[in-house]
Nanobody
Framework: QVQLVESGGGLVQAMGSLRLSCAASGTIFSINVMAWYRQAPGKQRELVASISSGGSTNYAHPVKGRFTISRDNAKNTVYLQMNSLKPEDTAVYYC??????????WGQGTQVTVSS
């Protein structure tokens, strides 16, 4: 079993920055894809950014140029640096991991609130 623990959410003013972290623990051989999703009230969960084990990244259009995803494979940790935050970025942010020989896992979510 694998657990994902997120940290770093909070309240920030528009144009501010936050850094989210997500650490995976448990029985882990290797992690293929790690990603961040978000879900705003009344909306479906959507992909924000993903990163492969080799470092290839993919971003949703609304966050390109503002958010940066990175990972530390030795620590089984993924990060999301969020800059120039907008009120429309307000959501619960979830960490996702696809673990080799195990399955896919989600974190519990961390609230990000951006005030105007």
């Amino acid at each position: 079993q694998v657990q994902l623990v997120e940290s770093g959410g909070g309240l920030v003013q528009a144009m501010g920055s936050l850094r989210l972290s997500c650490a995976a623990s448990g029985t882990i051989f290797s992690i293929n894809v790690m990603a961040w999703y978000r879900q705003a009230p009344g909306k479906q969960r959507e992909l924000v950014a993903s990163i492969s084990s080799g470092g290839s990244t993919n971003y949703a259009h609304p966050v390109k140029g503002r958010f940066t995803i990175s990972r530390d494979n030795a620590k089984n940790t993924v990060y999301l640096q969020m800059n120039s935050l907008k009120p429309e970025d307000t959501a619960v942010y979830y960490c996702y991991a696809a673990v080799s020989q195990s399955g896919t896992y989600w974190g519990q979510g961390t609230q990000v609130t951006v005030s105007s």
